[in-house]
Structures are given as C-alpha cells and as structure tokens.
C-alpha cells in the first residue's frame, strides 16, 4: 500500500553511473516520465527553481493535463534548468529514499545531463566555463588579469561577450586577482601555534583553497587563515590541489570529476596522514568531497577518509567552540547582518553553524534567509537563464533590504555577489569569515 509521505530519514543512494544502463535513452526517459508524474502530483518544490515551473508548464499546456500528454522532447527543457542545489531532494521531497517511491530528482536531472553530455548536446560555451582549471589560470596571469577586469567592466566587450559566447552582458562575473592565494601566502601559517586536538578536530587545519579563493577572492581565505591562527590553529596551505569537480558535475561531465578526484585524493590524504582536518572556504567544494564523491565512488575507501575529515569553515568552528577551544572576546559588534544561507551549505544537514557563530559576536544582530540566492555556478551567467537568476534571487534581495543590515553576505561568495548584484550599488557582500576577522580585529 502507499504511503502519501515518509517519516524515515531521507538518504542518498549510490549513483550508479558506470554502467550502461545509466545511459540508455529508454530506461532513462521512463525514469524521468515515472518522477516527473510524482513530481506533477506533489508541486511541493515549485518554488524553488525553474525546473519545476518549466515541468509543470509543460503539463498543464497539454492535451491531457498529465505528463503522458508531454512531448517527451521536451523532458530536456526541465533538466536544462536545474543547477544541482540539491535543496528538493534534502529539504522539501518527502519520497525520497527510503521511501517506496525512491525519488531523486537532483541525482536524476544528473543522469539526463550526463546522457546529453555523452550524446554530444552540451554547448561548447559550457564546456569552457566549466573547465576552472585552465580557465583560472590563464585569467590570473599578471596583464591578463588587468584586461580581463577592464574588459568584464566594458559594455561594449560584455555585449560581444553576449553574441559570441552567451554570457549575459549585466551578468555579475568574478574579478580575477594577478596575484594568486597560493603565490601570496607559505605552504605552513601559524607553525608555531601550540595543537589542541577536540573532540572531533585534531587542532590543524590544512586549507583547500579552491579555484575562487585562489584567484578571485583570496581575501576570504586569507580571513580564514588569521581566525584559525587567533584561535590557536595553524594553517597549511594545500597548493597542489585541483578543481572540486563541482562545475564538471553540473555539466554531466562525470569522468572529468573522476579525474580531479584523482588528482585530488593523494593530496588530501597526505594532509590527514600529517595530523590535519581538511576546511574548504566554499561550500560547493566542501559539498563535493562530505556528499557527492561519496555517492559516486561509494566503494572507494580513501574517498570515505577525506569525507570524515572534511569540514564546513564554521561547522569546524563551532565544534571548536563546544569544546572550549575559540576565543568569545570579540572586540566590536557587528551590528545587524543579513546573512544567506547557501544552498550548498545548507544540504550538508550540518544546521545554521555560521549564523550560531555569528551569535557569539556580541552587539550583533542576525537575521538569516534560506532562499536560493538565484547565482548557481554558471546558470547566472549565461544570456538564456540570467532573468531566471534574476528571479529567482529577488526575494532574498528584497529580505536583505528589509533588514537594513549594516552588512550582509553569503558562505558562497558567488551568491554574496550576485545578492550585492541585485541590490544596484546599495553595498558590497561580505563573506562572514570576514566579518569574524573584523569583530577580533586581527
């Protein structure tokens, strides 16, 4: 008999995306007819993105307002606007493993994007941005870095950009730095720190810097690195380590996510053998390595060593704090902050660590927004999904102008931007390791 909802907690299943049966068109349109009915008769995430709009549309318009009245060559028009946030699966989905029904839309729109990859309709535009590593690099050399800057801020050369690539040309894109992370700062910070190992933390923090914090916003790691150092934990800087794969999964691109695992494992595990907890200051890269890497390589040891001693910045934090082992003194306040909760943070089911760090901080005042902030790797950036964005960001810019904060930011600081984005020159979003930073005054 079923059930209308579950009561168990939900779960993740492997994904199984090495056999070929994961790709076969037959069986994977059947699954997409077979949720996309669930989903028709639920309408509990419509809310959060365009996927479940564009589904429910395409429903509704047809014949027989069911989902066998759907052209099923346009089953691709609903994956096309999912960016893996994950949020229905782990926040809103009540037929989700182990539910009868086992339901997984994010890892579902994820076989359908892998298909399209495979089958050789994935844009080549999206090929490129996705690739960070290149990409970055090449960015951040000093000069290019310059023209690169000077020609995101040119209208003229934003609207070519639109013509010839299909990046939006009032979409908010990242500043390069000519000056990497990894070339500002040692391999060791804090050396000379005394350890104190907690509960769960070993009293070393070993930084994977990412793509972003390397070369576009560097700033926040530096913070990160002197609140871990004023809290008595010294800081190794991982500077051999390569991209998340974060960007490759959203394309579909599952063998390029492989391989930066493998590039990434070796580098990772000599940091554990050495004593250190791994923190990443984004929180879709610490969402790769404590969840989707995992579920891919289920079976793989080393993947399951790092996911136990990776952490969220402020969810290491506040394990530190329960044991006694963070500085309370904070020499200002930070007044009234408007703080997004990252989506990719969110559905790591680690709880509200940052606003509850940020709490500590006396004469502050938090006010928090569980919304998607509408950035979502790429999709912001690309000319057929930026009024899309640009929706879907609306409601948290209209919290955060509600609260009047004295500051307002993001875990994520692509959705800080695009938040700072949508509020027109009415301030700058600050990454609330930084605001920490500033209430030490360090």
């Known amino acids: 008999m079923s059930r209308e909802g579950s009561l168990e907690a939900p779960e993740r299943r492997p994904l199984e995306w090495r056999t070929e049966a994961f790709y076969d068109k037959a069986s994977l349109y059947d699954e997409l007819e077979r949720v996309f009915d669930i989903c028709h008769g639920c309408r509990r ?29 346009d089953y691709m028009k609903v994956v096309d606007q999912c960016y893996l ?43 490129v941005i996705t690739s960070t590593d290149p990409i970055f ?5 000093p000069g290019i870095a310059q023209l690169a800057n000077a020609a995101a801020a040119s209208k003229t050369l934003r609207k070519a950009g639109d013509r010839m690539l299909g990046i939006h040309p009032d979409a908010p894109v990242p500043r390069f730095e000519p000056k990497p992370l990894t070339r500002r700062l040692g391999t060791d910070v804090g050396a000379g720190l005394p350890v104190t190992p907690g509960e769960r933390t070993t009293g070393k ?31 190794r800087i991982l500077k051999d380590a390569k991209c998340c794969g974060m960007p490759k999964l959203e394309l579909g691109d599952l063998k390029k996510v492989e391989a930066l695992k493998d590039a990434n494992l070796p580098v990772f595990l000599q940091a554990i053998e050495d004593g250190y907890d791994i923190l990443a200051p984004i929180p879709s890269c610490v969402l790769m390595y404590k969840q989707e890497l995992p579920l891919m390589f289920p079976e793989d040891d080393d993947v399951a060593k790092v996911q136990r001693a990776f952490f969220d910045p402020f969810e290491y934090l506040m394990l530190r704090h329960k044991d006694g082992l963070i500085d309370t003194n904070f020499r200002t306040g930070l007044g009234k902050v408007a703080y ?41 950036v690309k000319s057929e999904t930026y009024d899309k964005a640009m929706k879907i960001a609306r409601p948290v810019v209209n919290r955060v102008k509600q ?12 959705a800080g931007r695009m938040i700072a984005h949508g509020m027109e020159g009415s301030g700058e979003a600050e990454h609330p390791i930084t605001m920490v930073r500033k209430a030490y005054g360090v």
């Open 45 to 73: 995430c419509v809310s959060l993105c365009d996927s479940f709009p564009t589904l429910f549309d395409l429903v509704d318009e047809s014949e027989t307002l069911e989902v066998d009245g759907v052209d099923k060559d």
């Open 137 to 141: 690099d090449t960015l951040s050399t």
């Open 340 to 380: 997004h909760v990252a989506c990719h943070q969110r559905v790591q089911n680690i709880g509200m660590k940052t606003r509850d760090f940020l709490k500590l901080v006396p004469d502050t005042e938090v006010t928090h927004i569980d919304r998607c902030s509408g950035h979502d790797g790429t999709y912001a």
């Open 85 to 127: 946030c994950d949020l229905c699966a782990e926040t809103k989905c009540p037929y989700l493993p182990p539910h009868e029904w086992a339901v997984d839309f994010p890892h579902l729109m994820l076989r359908a994007k892998a298909y399209k990859l495979r089958n050789q309709d994935t844009r080549w535009r999206d090929r």
């Open 205 to 235: 923090v070993a930084i994977y810097v990412t793509c972003y914090g390397d070369h576009n916003e560097p700033r926040v790691v530096e913070d990160l690195v002197a609140v871990l150092n004023h809290n008595n934990v010294p800081v």
């Open 403 to 414: 609260a009047e904060p004295d500051t307002f930011g993001s875990d994520c600081p692509m």
